[in-house]
Each structure stands twice: as C-alpha cells, then as structure tokens.
C-alpha cells in the first residue's frame, strides 16, 4: 500500500446532478493544488533564509 492510497478514496458516490460530481473533483483537485503550492513556496522560504 502507497502512501497515495492513504488519501485516495475507493468509494463510489453518487451525485443527484453531475454538477456535483463536477464541483467536487474541482475541490478536491483545487486542494491537492494548494497543499502542494503550499509545500514548494515553504521550501523555497526555507531556502532563501537559509543563505
């Protein structure tokens, strides 16, 4: 088991509307995104005070 599969969830749900299918994959990838961004720009402060 990765690490990845910790944070991956294998259910299936089912939306009343695809919008909310939409919404929700939009969220999820807009968090993963941020998360992320978050981690490279504390690396690169990190970095620079470093010097």
Do not use: N, P, T
């Not at 999820?28 to 690169?44: M, P």
């Amino acid at each position: 088991m990765s690490v990845a599969d910790e944070f991956v969830s294998k259910e299936e749900r089912h939306f009343a509307f695809q919008i909310g299918k939409d919404v929700a994959s939009a969220l999820s990838g807009f968090l993963a995104g941020a998360i992320v961004a978050s981690i490279i720009w504390l690396a690169a402060w990190y970095l620079v005070l470093a010097r």
